[in-house]
């Protein structure tokens, strides 16, 4: 039996130190920085036309730069800069506005996915192996058991 742990963050109190598209490229840009940490360096194609997209690492922070103006309420999508792997998820639709979300994987299997439309704020962090990142911030089966 499993239990369910929700985890309440504040909005920036956790900042993504390493997030990669399906095949494994890493997206942050230390040479991009926002916020004083390297930045989620992404491409964005939208109706427009195609460019850079720097998202900030700070969880909850929809900062961002482009290097082509974003249309409010478009659906974007969302490229690997270095290798041009979509970021759009199959399964999953923004319970708000329907449109596909993009997803950055981080460690361990965990997942960002953020709503693609422009101006939709709509975003979660999904943490998988939570033992393990359980066992990183707590100091788990250390103690003896009796
Ligand atoms: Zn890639
Ligand atoms: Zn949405």
């Known amino acids: 039996m ?3 742990l929700t985890i309440e ?3 920036e ?3 993504v130190k390493s997030a990669e598209c399906p095949r494994g490229h890493s997206l942050m840009d230390s040479a991009h920085p ?3 940490v390297a ?3 992404l491409v964005v194609i939208s109706s427009k036309g195609e460019g850079e997209l720097f998202l900030n690492s700070w969880y909850g922070n929809f900062e961002y730069e482009s290097t082509m103006e974003l249309v409010e ?3 974007c999508e969302v490229v690997c ?3 041009r792997a979509s970021l759009r998820s199959e399964e999953e ?3 708000f506005c329907g449109a596909p979300m993009f997803v950055l994987r981080l460690p361990q299997g965990g997942v960002i996915a953020a709503c693609a439309r422009k101006g939709c704020h709509n975003h979660k962090l999904k943490i998988v192996d939570i033992s393990a990142q359980l066992a990183q911030l707590f100091d788990l089966d250390t103690r003896p058991r009796y």
């Open 39 to 41: 930045s989620i360096k």
């Open 13 to 15: 109190s956790i900042c």
């Open 34 to 36: 926002m916020g004083g």
């Open 93 to 95: 639709h923004c319970m």
């Open 81 to 83: 800069p270095t290798c």
């Open 9 to 11: 963050v504040p909005p």
């Open 2 to 4: 499993m239990e369910r």
């Open 73 to 75: 309420g478009e659906v």
